[in-house]
């Protein structure tokens, strides 16, 4: 069983920069594949971004050369910086891990998820 606790989430005006954590339980972490993705008021959950066992990583177009994944292994915990923030990029946001190391961009890829958290993006 993997937990996946998010933090960092909060609220910040148009143009302005988060960083949002996701701690893992587990000492397979270093293996594990890792996503983002978000659900925005009345949205379907989409992907936002993920990085592989190997650091490879992949963005949805939409934030696209904003946003960053990173991860420390050290530390069992995954990165999400977010610049150029608009407000649509209100929502919830979910980490979530599968355990074969890659990264993909549909939910029902992913074996554990985080509780999610809220980040707000006023104009």
């Known amino acids: 069983q993997v937990q996946l606790v998010e933090s960092g989430g909060g609220s910040v005006q148009a143009g302005g920069s988060l960083r949002v954590s996701c701690a893992a339980s587990g000492r397979r972490f270093s293996r594990y594949g890792l996503g983002w993705f978000r659900q925005g008021p009345g949205l379907e959950r989409e992907f936002v971004g993920g990085i592989s066992w190997s650091d490879g990583t992949y963005f949805a177009d939409s934030v696209k050369g904003r946003f960053t994944i990173s991860r420390d292994n050290a530390k069992n915990t995954v990165y999400l910086q977010m610049n150029s923030l608009k407000p649509e990029d209100t929502a919830v946001y979910y980490c979530?891990?599968?355990?074969?190391?890659?990264?993909?961009?549909?939910?029902?890829?992913?074996?554990?998820w985080g509780q999610g958290i809220q980040v707000t993006v006023s104009s």
């Open positions: 979530a891990a599968r355990l074969d190391g890659d990264y993909g961009t549909r939910s029902s890829e992913y074996d554990y």
